[in-house]
């Protein structure tokens, strides 16, 4: 038993020892683990993806609701401070949670990454380290331990050295270069196509360029300003539905159905261009105006990815038919024509929404190449047919039946004449400067304001062609210009303003308006003098020596003023001498009243040329200052308005594109604050309205029935003609009509001769008074209710008697009138004086001669 023991006890231990399995799943091949860590990597990207585009999405809705580009559901919209208010307490509370989150995720990043590099230990994590010790310990030894794995396969003996084997960790290779492939990408697309990308909302605020129209006071286009761009805005309501369809059909047909770029179109456009000559494009209306508006016109993928991009956003942005409205009022139709309203104008002289089929189907074809569908280009046939080819697709989309298209086909076209369009050009040219001056040269060029004016057209032109036929009669006197002015004193409404005979007349400078010209008025200015003696307390029937008198100035020649006939006429009263235009009486009373006096009775009364008072004398009185024609019509309303001067005012309303009121004449609208002070007395304002009516007063000089007297109607008016024959003026009005007439030469060459109130400046304001008076209702002054009008000897300034040679009628301030008649027997006594002084005249010249 004991031997038996024995024998098992070494038979069990020479037994050999049977190897133990291990635990646990199989070790999978490598590129089992490859591709499971790549899904993996790939299905947390797409994660992360997803991720942000929601959060953009968010953003961007939030920030779209916020603009007011796409409106929420519920609750009314927040005034604009409260959704501001909110909007940045919501921003600041995001940008807290992100800073926290932020911090938190670079602690956790920079754990991670030092775990994954083998610079930190698995375990309880240290404190962290500043984020730019990061990189500090990577060397090229570490680098290595990156990429490589050292792994222990076996050990078969114990003296044997431990064999290593390296292998590369393909799954972070591969991941590193697809994240790095990934960014290059990302920010190769961002340079492309979203790199300095314009706001879809520059649609709506960035101004475009706009035409200012200046009108009459009915409303007709005088003249349109614009630079490069003639455009005014016009609501799709106001665009005929023809103009729309055409539109459409000729340029998108599937407008109102795509989201802003139509992939079939493109396909279309690319296997044209392909396979014919002929370029065809494959741009919908949005596409067209994203590149006009936002975009350039170049040729690149860079251009039209933007495009698209663009399209897309403005889709979203807008209504159809707002992006349909301003592709209508942005697109070229030819020359400096843009948007449809201006091109119906340009080429039918008809607002947009008076257009019929035939005019829409040739506008609609035009935008696609204005230059050569043009009809004023040289192959007119072009045009009609691309109009042929609107009118084709109009059928076949089913706007139009096939007698319709046959029928537009066929019908003649009236285009409007292609002309220079501009009308009362010396008015324009003013009041583009007045414009100019107080809103500035930018927004008069591209504002596009509408500017109401308080000119009448018809009058104008009416005005103009008296004007012109006048002067072409005077061309044998050496006359070459001429200019008028016609306002209402009332208000100072500028109703004609011809600065000369012909604006398009450069060889005689034409273009130059005399009415804003400083030249020397002549006679014209004495009711001035006048109106300063009456108001130290002269009267009309004072008597005044008209004899030869000479004034020795120091420093200046002798000066002896003459009339204008060379004749002397003794004593007459102040109103002869004003009524006659006689210049000696005229300087006497200067003389008497002082040359200072009278530039300051001027300037107060509206003169503004009068600056420099050393340069004026006792000629000041016949005209031997400069004026303008617009100071004497200002100088002219105080008088017919009884001492209340207005200025002249060539505007009535000025709006902005928008229509918003930027200025309104409130006088000449609602008759309201035309009168601001009181500068000349009512009695010598009347007194002098007075006596440029009296036509009995100015017999003597202009005879009783020359062109300053018009029957039946009581006008006041004045000559003026210079010593120098340079200048020939008439200056008249009523109480609610003012004419300023002048001829001349705008080179200041002497006239051959001119008699005024017969030939030159008087016939036109005769002219046209008689289209502004009414022979039904009589004009006539209304005289102030402490004034009188008495008869008196115009000798003796008394009652008349029955030896009085003549009688006149005379104002006078009630209580100041005479009360006493003159004497036959003065007048007895004065015969019998002058007979002797002839007689004694009459011997002295016979004992001259002999």
Same mark, same amino acid.
């Given at each position: 038993?004991?031997?038996?023991?024995?024998?098992?006890?070494?038979?069990?231990?020479?037994?050999?020892?049977?190897?133990?399995?291990?635990?646990?799943?199989?070790?999978?091949?490598?590129?089992?683990?490859?591709?499971?860590?790549?899904?993996?990597?790939?299905?947390?990207?797409?994660?992360?993806?997803?991720?942000?585009?929601?959060?953009?999405?968010?953003?961007?809705?939030? +920030?779209?609701?916020?603009?007011?580009? #796409?409106?929420?559901?519920?609750?009314?919209?927040?005034?604009?401070?409260?959704?501001?208010?909110?909007? $940045?307490?919501?921003?600041?509370?995001?940008?807290?949670?992100?800073?926290?989150?932020?911090?938190?995720?670079?602690?956790?990043?920079?754990?991670?990454?030092?775990?994954?590099?083998? !610079?930190?230990?698995?375990?309880?994590? #240290?404190?962290?380290?500043?984020?730019?010790?990061?990189?500090?310990?990577?060397?090229?030894?570490?680098?290595?331990?990156? %990429?490589?794995?050292?792994?222990?396969?076996?050990?078969?003996?114990?003296?044997?050295?431990?064999?290593?084997?390296?292998?590369?960790?393909?799954?972070?290779?591969?991941?590193?270069?697809?994240?790095?492939?990934?960014?290059?990408?990302?920010?190769?697309?961002?340079?492309?196509?979203?790199?300095?990308?314009?706001?879809?909302?520059?649609?709506?605020?960035?101004?475009?360029?706009?035409?200012?129209?200046?009108?009459?006071?009915?409303?007709?286009?005088?003249?349109?300003?614009?630079?490069?761009?003639?455009?005014? +805005?016009?609501?799709?309501?106001?665009?005929?539905?023809?103009?729309?369809?055409?539109?459409?059909?000729?340029?998108?047909?599937?407008?109102?159905?795509?989201?802003?770029?139509?992939?079939?179109?493109?396909?279309?456009?690319?296997?044209?261009?392909?396979?014919?000559?002929?370029?065809?494009?494959?741009?919908?209306?949005?596409?067209? %105006?994203?590149?006009?508006?936002?975009?350039?016109?170049?040729?690149?993928?860079?251009?039209?990815?933007?495009?698209?991009?663009?399209?897309?956003?403005?889709?979203?942005?807008?209504?159809?038919?707002?992006?349909?409205?301003?592709?209508?009022?942005?697109?070229?139709?030819?020359?400096?024509?843009?948007?449809?309203?201006?091109?119906?104008?340009?080429?039918?002289?008809?607002?947009?929404?008076?257009?019929?089929?035939?005019?829409?189907?040739?506008?609609?074809?035009?935008?696609?190449?204005?230059?050569?569908?043009?009809?004023?280009?040289?192959?007119?046939?072009?045009?009609?047919?691309?109009?042929?080819?609107?009118?084709?697709?109009?059928?076949?989309?089913?706007?139009?039946?096939?007698?319709?298209?046959?029928?537009?086909?066929?019908?003649?076209?009236?285009?409007?004449?292609?002309?220079?369009?501009?009308?009362?050009?010396?008015?324009?040219?003013?009041? #583009?400067?007045? %414009?100019?001056?107080?809103?500035?040269?930018?927004?008069?060029? #591209?504002?596009?304001?509408?500017?109401?004016?308080?000119?009448?057209?018809?009058?104008?032109?009416?005005?103009?062609?008296?004007?012109?036929?006048?002067?072409?009669?005077?061309?044998? %006197?050496?006359?070459?210009?001429?200019?008028?002015?016609?306002?209402?004193?009332?208000?100072?409404?500028?109703?004609?303003?011809?600065?000369?005979?012909?604006?398009?007349?450069?060889?005689?400078?034409?273009?130059?308006?005399?009415?804003?010209?400083?030249?020397?008025?002549?006679?014209?200015?004495?009711?001035?003098?006048?109106?300063?003696?009456?108001?130290?307390?002269?009267?009309?029937?004072?008597?005044?020596?008209?004899?030869?008198?000479?004034?020795?100035?120091?420093?200046?020649?002798?000066?002896?003023?003459?009339?204008?006939?060379?004749?002397?006429?003794?004593?007459?009263?102040?109103?002869?001498?004003?009524?006659?235009?006689?210049?000696?009486?005229?300087?006497?009373?200067?003389?008497?009243?002082?040359?200072?006096?009278?530039?300051?009775?001027?300037?107060?009364?509206?003169?503004?040329?009068?600056?420099?008072?050393?340069?004026?004398?006792?000629?000041?009185?016949?005209?031997?200052?400069?004026?303008?024609? !617009?100071?004497?019509?200002?100088?002219?309303?105080?008088?017919?308005?009884?001492?209340?001067?207005?200025?002249?005012?060539?505007?009535?309303?000025?709006?902005?594109?928008?229509?918003?009121?930027?200025?309104?004449?409130?006088?000449?609208?609602?008759?309201?604050? $035309?009168?601001?002070?009181?500068? +000349?007395?009512?009695?010598?304002?009347?007194?002098?309205?007075?006596?440029?009516?009296?036509?009995?007063?100015?017999?003597?000089?202009?005879?009783?029935?020359?062109? !300053?007297?018009?029957?039946?109607?009581?006008?006041?008016?004045?000559?003026?003609?210079?010593?120098?024959?340079?200048?020939?003026?008439?200056?008249?009005?009523?109480?609610?009509?003012?004419?300023?007439?002048?001829?001349?030469?705008?080179?200041?060459?002497?006239?051959?001769?001119?008699?005024?109130?017969?030939?030159?400046?008087?016939?036109?304001?005769?002219?046209?008074?008689?289209?502004?008076?009414?022979?039904?209702?009589?004009?006539?002054?209304?005289?102030?209710?402490?004034? +009188?009008?008495?008869?008196?000897?115009?000798?003796?300034?008394?009652?008349?008697?029955?030896? $009085?040679?003549?009688?006149?009628?005379?104002?006078?301030?009630?209580?100041?009138?005479?009360?006493?008649? $003159?004497?036959?027997?003065?007048?007895?006594?004065?015969?019998?004086?002058?007979?002797?002084?002839?007689?004694?005249?009459?011997?002295?010249?016979?004992?001259?001669?002999?």
């Amino acid at each position: 038993m004991a031997v038996k023991k024995n024998y098992q006890k070494s038979k069990k231990n020479h037994q050999p020892k049977q190897k133990k399995s291990k635990r646990g799943r199989p070790r999978l091949p490598f590129y089992v683990k490859w591709q499971r860590s790549l899904l993996v990597k790939i299905k947390k990207n797409k994660k992360k993806i997803k991720q942000k585009q929601k959060k953009i999405k968010n953003q961007f809705l939030v +920030l779209a609701k916020f603009l007011g580009i #796409k409106k929420g559901r519920g609750r009314p919209k927040l005034s604009f401070s409260e959704r501001f208010k909110r909007f $940045c307490q919501t921003q600041q509370e995001n940008f807290t949670r992100f800073k926290k989150r932020f911090r938190k995720n670079k602690k956790s990043f920079e754990h991670k990454i030092l775990k994954f590099l083998g !610079l930190k230990k698995v375990g309880r994590p #240290k404190k962290s380290k500043a984020f730019f010790s990061l990189f500090s310990p990577l060397k090229f030894s570490n680098l290595k331990k990156i %990429l490589f794995q050292k792994k222990e396969i076996a050990y078969f003996q114990i003296k044997l050295k431990k064999i290593k084997r390296w292998r590369i960790n393909f799954s972070l290779f591969t991941s590193l270069i697809f994240s790095l492939l990934f960014l290059l990408l990302s920010y190769g697309i961002y340079d492309f196509v979203f790199k300095d990308l314009p706001s879809a909302n520059d649609l709506s605020t960035q101004q475009q360029n706009l035409t200012t129209k200046i009108l009459d006071r009915n409303g007709q286009v005088l003249y349109r300003i614009y630079e490069d761009e003639n455009r005014t +805005l016009v609501p799709l309501k106001s665009v005929s539905e023809d103009l729309i369809n055409a539109t459409i059909a000729i340029e998108d047909k599937s407008f109102y159905q795509h989201f802003g770029f139509s992939p079939l179109g493109i396909l279309r456009a690319l296997f044209a261009n392909a396979t014919s000559d002929k370029t065809q494009g494959g741009s919908t209306i949005t596409q067209q %105006l994203v590149k006009k508006r936002l975009l350039s016109n170049e040729r690149t993928l860079q251009r039209k990815l933007r495009e698209i991009l663009l399209a897309l956003v403005v889709e979203g942005a807008y209504e159809k038919d707002e992006i349909l409205e301003m592709y209508l009022n942005t697109v070229p139709y030819g020359g400096s024509t843009y948007g449809i309203e201006e091109a119906a104008w340009r080429y039918f002289n008809k607002r947009a929404k008076d257009l019929n089929l035939a005019e829409s189907a040739l506008l609609a074809g035009l935008p696609q190449a204005p230059s050569l569908y043009s009809p004023f280009g040289p192959n007119p046939e072009v045009a009609q047919n691309r109009q042929a080819d609107v009118l084709r697709r109009m059928l076949e989309d089913g706007y139009i039946a096939q007698e319709q298209a046959d029928e537009a086909r066929m019908e003649k076209l009236q285009f409007r004449e292609d002309v220079i369009d501009i009308k009362a050009p010396h008015f324009v040219m003013y009041v #583009k400067q007045l %414009l100019a001056d107080i809103y500035g040269e930018n927004l008069v060029a #591209k504002g596009g304001l509408e500017v109401r004016t308080t000119l009448d057209l018809n009058l104008q032109e009416e005005v103009q062609k008296i004007v012109s036929d006048e002067i072409n009669r005077l061309k044998n %006197l050496q006359i070459t210009n001429g200019a008028a002015l016609v306002t209402n004193p009332k208000t100072g409404e500028i109703l004609a303003m011809v600065g000369g005979a012909n604006y398009f007349d450069f060889a005689h400078d034409g273009q130059v308006n005399v009415v804003l010209r400083p030249r020397q008025p002549g006679s014209s200015i004495k009711p001035l003098t006048y109106s300063l003696a009456f108001e130290q307390g002269k009267k009309p029937n004072d008597l005044i020596e008209d004899t030869s008198v000479t004034y020795q100035i120091v420093g200046s020649r002798p000066y002896t003023p003459r009339n204008y006939d060379n004749r002397f006429r003794g004593k007459v009263t102040l109103r002869e001498a004003l009524a006659s235009s006689y210049n000696v009486p005229a300087v006497k009373l200067l003389a008497e009243l002082g040359v200072q006096n009278l530039i300051n009775q001027g300037q107060k009364l509206g003169i503004s040329t009068w600056n420099d008072p050393i340069r004026f004398g006792l000629s000041l009185t016949l005209g031997a200052g400069e004026v303008l024609m !617009l100071d004497m019509a200002e100088l002219y309303s105080t008088f017919a308005n009884l001492g209340y001067p207005v200025q002249t005012n060539a505007l009535l309303e000025v709006r902005d594109a928008q229509g918003e009121l930027l200025y309104s004449n409130n006088c000449a609208l609602n008759d309201t604050n $035309c009168y601001t002070s009181l500068k +000349l007395s009512p009695r010598v304002a009347y007194t002098i309205s007075d006596i440029l009516s009296d036509n009995q007063a100015r017999t003597n000089a202009f005879g009783s029935y020359s062109v !300053l007297n018009i029957p039946k109607q009581e006008v006041a008016v004045k000559t003026g003609t210079t010593n120098s024959m340079k200048d020939n003026w008439t200056i008249g009005y009523t109480t609610d009509r003012l004419v300023a007439t002048w001829v001349g030469n705008n080179d200041n060459t002497p006239m051959s001769h001119v008699a005024s109130g017969i030939t030159g400046a008087s016939p036109i304001w005769n002219k046209i008074f008689l289209i502004l008076l009414d022979d039904f209702n009589p004009h006539r002054f209304a005289m102030p209710s402490n004034l +009188l009008k008495i008869k008196i000897c115009a000798s003796t300034g008394t009652l008349p008697c029955s030896a $009085c040679p003549k009688v006149v009628e005379e104002i006078f301030v009630a209580g100041t009138e005479p009360t006493r008649a $003159c004497s036959d027997q003065y007048f007895t006594d004065l015969a019998k004086e002058q007979e002797l002084r002839a007689l004694e005249a009459a011997s002295h010249q016979s004992g001259q001669i002999f």
